[in-house]
């Protein structure tokens, strides 16, 4: 039983000074946080994320390049150069654009301490609403099969209610449709069901519908196409 118990307190040490090590080897600038989590707002263009760091060696460290895992992600500095004790900020710039859901992304800072290179890896998470969920929105239908109806469920964001009225075809445009549309309302504002039932079976038909809203000012809807096929 004595053994065993020195045999453990000498894994403890190994694995402390394996710590050290470690820590030491992760270079000398020190970060007020290396992980960020920002949730996004309807309407946002764009993240700013701001990673703090100190230099904490004798000497000055130079940042000498900065890379982002997205080219969606732009990392910039207000200067290379930090003297021994001085501080200073990373932004990193998250474009939002189309994207929606949960996005996580890497910057890798390199850097000149001394005479040693090293590098960090600094991480940004963004969590994007989802204005609308779809389910169902590619409908397949068949050539010479009945001519049933099926539905797409329709579920918007419960911050941003809208009123679905209509369907248009091809890019908001009102045209002749080979469907037959109807919208049903389950819960005003929030939840739709659209029902599609093709005119006819007899040939192959391919379009793209797209949601409908008085409240759409900013034409969101036009990034949640859904398809209807024959086929």
Not at 14 to 37: R, V
Not at 47 to 69: E, Q
Not at 100 to 105: D, N, P, S, T, W
Request: glycine residues 4%.
């Amino acid at each position: 039983m004595a053994t065993r118990r020195i045999s453990l307190s000498t894994v403890a040490t190994i694995a402390a000074l394996a710590i050290c090590q470690a820590l030491n080897a992760a270079g000398s600038l020190a970060w007020e946080q290396t992980n960020i989590s920002v949730d996004a707002v309807f309407g946002q263009e764009e993240v700013n994320a701001y990673y703090t760091f100190t230099n904490n060696s004798d000497g000055p460290i130079t940042i000498s390049k900065t890379t982002a895992s997205c080219g969606c992600t732009v990392p910039s500095l207000e200067k290379d150069t930090y003297a021994p004790g001085e501080s200073g900020k990373l932004l990193a710039t998250f474009d939002i654009g189309n994207r929606v859901g949960k996005q996580h992304k890497e910057i890798t800072v390199e850097t000149q301490e001394g005479d040693e290179s090293q590098s960090y890896t600094l991480t940004l998470n963004v969590d994007i609403p989802q204005l609308i969920q779809l389910k169902r929105r590619a409908l397949l239908w068949k050539v010479g099969d009945a001519p049933d109806t099926k539905d797409c469920e329709i579920i918007i964001h419960s911050s941003h209610p809208m009123t679905i009225d209509d369907v248009v075809i091809k890019n908001n445009e009102k045209v002749e449709s080979k469907f037959i549309f109807e919208i049903e309302e389950i819960e005003p504002g929030h939840k739709y069901l659209l029902k599609i039932t093709p005119k006819s079976l007899d040939e192959k038909v391919r379009e793209t519908c797209y949601l409908a809203s008085p409240d759409d000012k900013e034409k969101s809807l036009q990034n949640f196409p859904i398809y209807a096929w024959v086929r």
